[in-house]
């Protein structure tokens, strides 16, 4: 394919409180070398001076990339960030790229060319990368196993789509729900891809990852003062994994194609472990396990999940936990989930 017949490609730089490293990393997208590419620069209503340097370098570019500028009035938080990014955004693949990370130049060549031979089907490109610290020091790699791809392997951990080396397609936003309140995207998008058409995976490394104080990955307990503000960050952090539980048994339901009992189950799980329901369910009855089913199923089918697949994961819990004579199983006759 000729240069000048490259799709658009759209790169998203969201940044917050970034300035001193939002240089680099926007001077790194700027020298991608491949042609056909818009960079949305984006500031999350930074307290320091990242959007007054966006600016400068965005009026002082003339290369050949189209640039948009964009500063939130007010924060608006990661996902939701995002969110606004890819409906700023004009490309089918969006490439992920954060205000304290630097791209190497043929990062975005790279993750076209993975495009283009996955068949046009993946729908989330992601690399290895390199660590780096404050002072610009390497400090270690990352490299994914492709032997642990799999749906199964991404809930329970084994395998992780790290957001900072992401692309994606759109149908992983314009066919779903979007994001906002969720803790993280990183998860969400990548079992949104792999319901759609699949992950492609490059085994290059194609960023410098910085780890800094200020890092989203940092832990929330040196950020907070005092055991008030502690509590009122875990607190919105279970609300965001809650609302991301319930992404993922939306999208999982509506567009898997082919049913996992195992997937189910493990879905399942995660609701009941980070529930609304769970403190109050502990103060009801520790052990009954009947009861946190029913009262979970209850939820599931409040945040939109059809009733049959409610119905179907309950029981598949159940089986094994449940002896006939019980109240519990009384209970769950009178519910029909026996």
Known sequence: MELNEQPLVSVIIGSYNHEKYIKEAILSVFAQNYSSLEIILSDDCSKDNSFTIMQELANNYSGPHKIIINQNKKNLGITAHIDLLVSLSHGQLIVCAAGDDISLP????????????????????????????????????????????????????????????????????????????????????????????????????????????????????TICKTHEEVQKTFTLKLTGYIHEDALLLKDYFYFCKTQNKEIDTFLVKLILRRSKWKVQLLKMNRNNYAIKIVLNSIWLIIIGLPLKNVVSIAKTLLRSKIKKGTVSYKILNLMRLR
Do not use: W
């Open 106 to 221: 043929d990062r975005v060549s790279k993750i076209y060319n993975a495009y283009v031979n996955s068949g046009y089907k993946a729908r989330a490109i992601y690399s290895n990368f390199y660590y780096l610290n404050e002072q610009n020091k390497r400090e270690g790699d990352f490299a994914i196993n492709e032997d642990n791809i799999s749906i199964v392997n991404l809930l329970k951990g084994k395998f992780y789509t790290h957001g900072a080396v992401s692309c994606y397609h759109r149908d992983v936003f314009e066919k779903f729900e979007p994001l906002a309140n969720s803790v993280a995207e990183d998860n969400i998008l990548g079992f949104r891809a792999m319901l759609l058409g699949g992950i492609k995976y490059i085994p290059d490394m194609l960023i410098y990852y910085r780890q800094h104080s200020n890092s989203v990955i940092g832990n929330y307990q």
